[in-house]
């Protein structure tokens, strides 16, 4: 499902679905019914497996990392720094880049403004990608959970607080 994920310029809604299919076949091989009432957090940690977000987040971020180390002669690396000098697009918005969804995943890593040059540090950098997908992960894990309560809020007809009123 996820080979050449590396590649991949991927939408919100191509991550939506591609974390569907690996829920719905989670719940499948763990013979987890839709009446069990479990959240998809909890079937992930039943499994033991992170969010396909955060997977895809660490393979591209890995592969970017091997792009910055290789030479400057290297296809790849000309590919992520170039820009088309000639062409012309098509009105509407633009689409969206392979640099484009690298620099979405670094903000949503938390990334140090410097990661091109801690990319260069191969082991460094394997131990910051760890930790960026994890911090993806628990910024998932609690997406789901704002999302469930909005969701019995709205089913119970009361008003949702607002995230800052749970906090206080």
């Known amino acids: 499902m996820l080979y050449s994920a590396e590649t991949f310029t991927l939408y919100r809604r191509h991550i939506n679905r591609l974390s569907t299919v690996q829920l719905r076949h989670l719940r499948t091989i763990m013979g ?3 009446k069990d009432k479990v959240t998809n957090v909890e079937v992930l940690n039943r499994a033991n497996m992170p969010s396909i977000e955060s997977i895809l987040a660490q393979i591209q971020l890995r592969w970017t990392g091997h792009v910055i180390r290789m030479p400057e002669e290297r296809i790849p690396k000309t590919l992520l720094y170039s820009e ?13 880049r392979y640099k484009d969804v690298v620099k979405r995943t670094i903000r949503a890593a938390d990334m140090p403004a410097d990661w091109e040059c801690l990319a260069k540090d191969r082991p460094a950098w394997r131990r910051l990608v760890q930790q ?3 911090r993806i992960q628990v910024s998932w894990a609690q997406s789901q959970e704002e999302r469930r309560a909005r969701t019995h809020a709205r089913a119970e007809g009361r008003p949702l607080q607002a995230s800052s009123d749970k906090m206080a």
């Open 32 to 34: 987890i019914s839709w």
């Open 84 to 96: 088309l000098s000639l062409g012309k697009r098509t009105r509407g918005r633009p689409l969206l």
């Open 132 to 134: 960026g997908a994890g």
